[in-house]
């Protein structure tokens, strides 16, 4: 049973992985088409804000029970993460604001062992190092490599929110009062569209864009067809599959497939953009799966078990 449970959650993992990854393809025309990046990311959480508001009013007792929990999805897992990548875009090279993000896996595993103090298996950690390593080579990071200092801290900060994504995600998991994950992502869309309304400042866009066609390729796309492909494939569909996954897996194990999703977001721009890809962006994506497979291989710790790499250290020592 539990087997089969972990491997829909790697399922769902993957599914996840590949619909987030599948947002920058269809942002990135609408950029070039004349909106400017945060709008682009307002019109996405507002999007998925609005589908998902039939949801939020189906468990608007969430808002009583959970209001913390909600406030913190929105603010970091939603809002922040988006917030602090664009920020961090302005300052340093586009690769490495997306490795800084994706840092978030490893941060996520720190922060398991030394604040939660749960034991962290050796396959995520093992797995987390090799996807890590993977993503430098796939985003190229020593290509035009420019450091600004506070450029490199707002991708920190994206990280740690993408690493509190998935602590959100399991948040609660484990007691009585299981809130339901279509709900906390639906209030979750609803503070972060909020949030991402001050910020961007909706009413300076120019809305006659979604009106006409944007490149995708050399094919002319009506832009309406790529904001509902943002909106309801790379959000809603993408945060539902997420959060579901991992519950189903563990914030350790679901993190490092989420890696997966820059590898997917090149290959896509490869192919539906014509974006060249490298020898080392290649060898990367066999990195990052590769780190995936490993991690997915860990056997989480059942509660009140000690953690197996313990175990071994207090063998040698007897």
Request: charged share 10%.
């Amino acid at each position: 049973m539990q087997a089969s449970g972990k491997n829909a959650g790697l399922g769902l993992a993957l599914v996840s992985a590949c619909a987030f990854g599948g947002s920058g393809v269809a942002a990135k025309p609408l950029i070039e088409a004349g909106l400017d990046p945060l709008h682009v990311v307002w019109l996405r959480v507002a999007g998925a804000a609005l589908v998902l508001s039939p949801l939020a009013w189906r468990h608007r007792d969430l808002v009583r029970r959970k209001p913390f929990l909600l406030a913190g999805f929105g603010l970091i897992a939603v809002a922040g993460v988006q917030a602090f990548y664009f920020a961090s875009l302005s300052r340093i090279p586009v690769g490495v604001a997306l490795l800084l993000e994706y840092l978030g896996p490893a941060l996520l595993l720190g922060w398991i062992r030394f604040v939660q103090r749960k034991p962290v298996t050796r396959a995520a950690a093992a797995g987390a190092a090799v996807a890590v390593v993977g993503l430098a080579c796939v985003v190229e990071i020593w290509a035009g490599l420019s450091l600004d200092p506070l450029g490199v801290l707002l991708g920190l900060a994206a990280a740690c929110c993408q690493a509190f994504y998935f602590v959100f995600a399991d948040q609660g998991t484990d007691g009585d009062d299981v809130p339901d994950p279509l709900g906390v992502i639906a209030f979750g869309m609803i503070v972060g569209a909020l949030v991402m309304t001050v910020i961007a400042r909706p009413w300076r866009m120019d809305w006659s864009v979604l009106g006409s066609d944007a490149a995708l390729g050399d094919t002319m796309v009506p832009a309406a067809v790529l904001l509902g492909w943002v909106v309801l494939i790379a959000t809603v569909f993408a945060y539902l599959t997420g959060v579901v996954s991992v519950r189903r897996l563990s914030p350790q194990v679901a993190g490092v497939v989420a890696c997966l999703e820059a590898v997917i977001a090149t290959v896509l721009a490869w192919v539906l953009l014509g974006e060249h890809l490298s020898s080392w962006q290649i060898a990367g994506g066999a990195l990052v799966l590769g780190g995936a497979f490993i991690a997915q291989s860990a056997r989480p710790t059942p509660p009140g078990a000690a953690d197996p790499a313990v175990l071994d250290r207090e063998t040698a020592s007897a």
